[in-house]
Nanobody, 124 residues
Framework: QVRLVESGGGLVQAGGSLRLACAASLQSFGTYAMAWFRQAPGKEREFVAAFSWSGRITRYSDSVKGRFTISRDYDKNTLYLQMSSLKPEDSAVYYC?????????????????WGQGTQVTVSS
């Protein structure tokens, strides 16, 4: 059974940093594209960052490029999102997603497994 569990969310002031983690119970972590999405109240879920399954492709949304860094630890089966220079508009529930043999697509329908999300709130 595939399970994705996010952690690391919380309340932070604008300009601050947070690191999110997603612990994945996947039989073969290295065969999955992994991504972060987020959803703010009243808005649709949007793409944040992703790795292709091979790790050769990394994508970021324009809104987070240069401020967020996605990484993965194959030994710990964990995906990370290092978030810096946070802005109030980054406030959202952040979701981890997995797509077997995926190419790190930006469309959420490409991902078959999802976590429950972790709340990030950035105060001004």
């Amino acid at each position: 059974q595939v399970r994705l569990v996010e952690s690391g969310g919380g309340l932070v002031q604008a300009g601050g940093s947070l690191r999110l983690a997603c612990a994945a119970s996947l039989q073969s972590f290295g065969t999955y594209a992994m991504a972060w999405f987020r959803q703010a109240p009243g808005k649709e879920r949007e793409f944040v960052a992703a790795f292709s399954w091979s790790g050769r492709i990394t994508r970021y949304s324009d809104s987070v490029k240069g401020r967020f860094t996605i990484s993965r630890d194959y030994d710990k089966n964990t995906l990370y999102l290092q978030m810096s220079s946070l802005k109030p508009e980054d406030s959202a529930v952040y979701y981890c997603a997995a797509d077997e043999y995926g190419l790190g697509y930006v469309q959420e329908y490409e991902y078959e497994h999802w976590g429950q999300g972790t709340q990030v709130t950035v105060s001004s």
